[in-house]
């Protein structure tokens, strides 16, 4: 269970996983062996799962963003869970999310352009054993993107 030291840590990782120990100590009010201490065992129980730099997409050529939604076909004999994974394995899938509604999978993809887009989609995405149909979003701008958790405390506790 976590408390509110805990909490403060990982608001302050969430900010700037790059600060060191001492510096997170500071901020969070807490000595550095036991703030060490308390970041090895979040790290250990699984509440940080890595440590990774936010990279400018448009910067390094993906400007174009889309959400694929994809239809599984049930009658082919394939785990959807298994195509999940498989369509996760392509390098401009950032996320695939198994979802409820109208569409089976939820696909976030970063290319070039759209013509990368079509041909990731029609050559490669729809060719997929147990693809039936997709459906395709280009996103025209991003207002919010985030990794960040709402952590406070009591929203915390209250999950436990």
């Known amino acids: 269970m976590l408390d509110e030291k805990d909490i403060a840590i990982l608001e302050v990782l969430q900010e700037n996983a790059r600060l060191t120990v001492k510096e997170i100590s ?11 201490a308390r970041l090895r065992k979040l790290e250990k129980e699984g509440y940080i799962k890595a440590y990774s730099a936010i ?21 082919q004999g394939v785990d959807q869970r298994r195509v999940a994974q498989e369509i996760a394995r392509f390098p401009e899938v950032q996320e695939v999310h198994i ?12 290319v070039s352009g759209v013509d990368e ?38 929203r915390v506790a209250a999950r436990w």
């Open 26 to 36: 500071k901020r969070v009010n807490s000595p550095i062996t036991t703030t060490h």
């Open 55 to 75: 990279l400018d997409a448009r910067k390094l050529g993906f400007s174009t963003t889309a959400f694929v939604f994809v239809s599984f076909a049930r009658n």
């Open 99 to 110: 979802i409820t509604g109208e569409w089976d999978i939820l696909v976030k993809v970063r």
């Open 117 to 154: 887009l079509g041909e990731f989609v029609v050559n490669r995405l729809r060719n997929l054993q147990g693809v039936e149909k997709t459906y395709t979003s280009v996103v025209l701008e991003t207002v919010k993107e985030t990794q960040k958790l709402p952590l406070s405390p009591s």
